[in-house]
């Protein structure tokens, strides 16, 4: 096991003038569960790739424990790679799968079967060791390649969207498996999603990226709780926070004909104008005249609670808005709701340079 760590770690491909992975500087502790998120093209899986060994490194460092590794060969990084496609030997039973690259490296039948055996224990694999991949669902394929990793016994492990492959129900239970098993193993472990909730479920840390440049890393509850700028705001969460531009003067924002106390102090900070940001869930509704009114038009129910998509009126023009209530409250589309929230559930943000103005 060993810290990983990205010292300016740049990747440019050749032809284009904006690196995929921009300066990247992120520090992964010994044995810590490190996510990157963030949209497609954002530089995530270039940066895991860049760590594996599987891409060039354009400038800057990358270096796995005390070793500089960034231009050894993937081979000679002590990592182990899962990829979302599993990359199973079809012709190959699950043990022969899983114990293929020890033997490349050369080691001894009865400790590869060893190894092999330990980790089908491990895996809930024991009973299908002699069965070829196409004789497996979806999820247990998934778990004989992270079988194969874990026989290697390696100082890291790339995880590359392991679980894109999988339908919805079966993604909830094998991302939980993935974290019981990282945290009982201790393995240092880079994994890679654009699923937030993932993110905010599986790792001890996140870092999320766009446009190949780290927007911010901390636990997912720092991050969705003090979000460093808009763009992280609006992609952390599910559905993500509401983002009203409002005008505001003397500590008082207006949204619409309602008005909010926001912080005079952080409000007085921004080149411009402001942005306000609520959750759904820190809404809370009012009495009729006593809140934002808003438009009701979809209604999702899910059993526990209920979320609420409409639109309020913002300078004239409708801007859309999510609310999330306790369900069976008997809101239904059509109607009119009205809304307010507490100062403390407030977060400012300046439009201009995007950044977090709220302490």
């Given amino acids: 096991m060993a810290a990983v760590v990205f010292d300016h770690a740049q990747r440019t491909y050749p032809g284009t003038a904006r690196p995929a992975v921009d300066h990247l500087d992120l520090q992964i502790n010994d044995g810590e569960f490190m996510?990157?998120?963030?949209?497609?093209?954002?530089?995530?899986?270039?940066?895991?790739?860049?760590?594996?060994?599987?891409?060039?490194?354009?400038?800057?460092?990358?270096?796995?424990?005390d070793r500089d590794v960034t231009h050894l060969p993937a081979k000679a990084r002590d990592i182990a790679m899962v990829f979302q496609n599993y990359a199973l030997y079809p012709h190959m039973t699950v043990a022969d799968n899983m114990g293929f690259a020890l033997k490349i490296a050369g080691i001894s039948k009865d400790e590869r079967t060893a190894r092999v055996a330990d980790a089908a224990q491990l895996l809930g694999l024991t009973d299908y060791l002699d069965r070829k991949p196409k004789a497996l669902s979806g999820g247990q394929r998934q778990r004989v390649a992270m079988g194969r990793a874990i026989v290697r016994q390696p100082q890291v492990f790339c995880m590359d969207e392991p679980l894109s492959n999988l339908d919805a129900k079966l993604r909830v239970s094998t991302r939980t498996q993935i974290a019981a098993l990282q945290q009982r193993l201790g393995v240092t472990t880079v994994y890679v999603t654009h699923d937030q909730v993932e993110a905010m479920t599986m790792g001890d840390r996140v870092a999320l990226l766009k446009?190949?440049?780290l927007q911010q890393?901390?636990?997912?509850?720092?991050?969705?709780?003090?979000?460093?700028?808009?763009?992280?705001?609006?992609?952390?969460?599910?559905?993500?926070?509401?983002?009203?531009?409002?005008?505001?003067?003397?500590?008082?924002?207006?949204?619409?004909?309602?008005?909010?106390a926001i912080d005079r102090a952080a409000a007085s900070r921004a080149t411009g104008a402001i942005t306000l940001g609520v959750r759904p869930e820190a809404w809370r509704l009012a009495v009729e005249d006593s809140g934002l009114p808003v438009r009701v038009e979809v209604v999702e129910e899910l059993g526990a609670d209920a979320y609420l998509y409409g639109t309020c009126d913002m300078k004239g023009a409708s801007a859309p808005l999510v609310v999330r209530i306790g369900a069976r409250r008997a809101i239904h589309k059509g109607s009119v709701i009205h809304v307010t929230t507490d100062p403390h559930h407030i977060h400012l943000f300046d439009t201009t340079t995007g950044l977090r103005l709220s302490a």
Wanted: overall charge negative; charged content about 15%; aromatic content about 4%.
């Fill in 35 to 65: 996510v990157l998120v963030g949209p497609s093209g954002c530089g995530k899986s270039t940066s895991l790739r860049m760590l594996a060994g599987l891409e060039e490194v354009s400038g800057g460092e990358i270096r796995i424990g």
């Fill in 211 to 213: 446009d190949g440049v």
């Fill in 217 to 260: 890393v901390d636990t997912p509850l720092a991050i969705y709780d003090r979000p460093a700028n808009l763009f992280v705001a609006g992609f952390i969460g599910s559905p993500g926070m509401n983002l009203l531009e409002v005008p505001h003067a003397d500590g008082v924002a207006r949204l619409g004909g309602h008005s909010l």
